[in-house]
């Protein structure tokens, strides 16, 4: 073989091993991804730019384009996660009707468990001020920001159509956002069964208790 055949195959090599990582043509949403599956399979905290660049099988230094620290990641991991929690909210609020208010508060109680029971970890990313900073997290403030807007408008068309008895709207809308947080937490974080509460009984006691905080008050 002569030698300028020996060059033609070396300079060959790095044009096909460049071209593996970007073939998507997204790499940001496929670092986020990875990242959201690290933190499924052993918790938020085995989280790593480069673990992400692993797992999305680019080059360790291929996420920096995106991603200056681990704490970009974590926030765009976080804003995907509320953006899937909004998601599940919104298929829920579908199935109860538009003129029940009373009965889409539930529907959106129920949801906000359900989705946390089922993404621990998810759930652990964006409830907590431990692993990104909230403040600088835009998006994901005003995601959060606008469920809580919406949340507290189906509780003022819920007492406007007299579904509830005389109460303070905003200590409603507080209460029942801790006891679904609670609630979930209390799972979370293994305190159920202390309580005599199995694991496959989890949701249906969660939905008990919802149910309960509204028999509080409805009229």
């Known amino acids: 073989m002569s030698r300028s055949a020996k060059t033609t195959r070396v300079k060959s090599r790095p044009s096909a091993v460049q071209a593996k990582p970007y073939h998507h043509g997204d790499l940001r949403r496929v670092l986020v991804e990875a990242a959201l599956r690290l933190a499924a399979d052993g918790g938020p905290d085995d989280i790593s730019v480069r673990e992400a660049a692993r797992r999305a099988g680019v080059s360790p230094g291929a996420p920096f384009r995106h991603f200056t620290s681990r704490d970009a990641l974590m926030t765009a991991v976080a804003e995907e996660a509320q953006r899937r929690f909004n998601t599940e909210i919104a298929a829920a609020l579908v199935e109860a009707p538009a003129d029940d208010p009373l009965l889409q508060f539930r529907q959106l109680g129920r949801a906000y468990l359900r989705w946390a029971l089922r993404n621990p970890a998810h759930f652990e990313i964006i409830s907590t001020g431990r692993y990104f900073d909230h403040e600088g997290a835009k998006a994901l403030s005003a995601d959060n920001g606008e469920l809580i807007t919406m949340t507290g ?67």
Request: charged content about 25%; proline content about 3%.
């Open 153 to 219: 408008r189906i509780l003022e068309a819920a007492q406007a159509k007299g579904q509830l008895r005389p109460v303070d709207l905003k200590t409603a809308l507080i209460t029942g956002r801790a006891l679904v947080y609670g609630f979930a937490r209390m799972a979370i974080d293994g305190h159920l069964p202390r309580w005599g509460v199995a694991s496959d009984e989890i949701e249906r006691r969660g939905d008990q208790a919802i149910d309960l905080f509204l028999a509080g008050i409805v009229r």
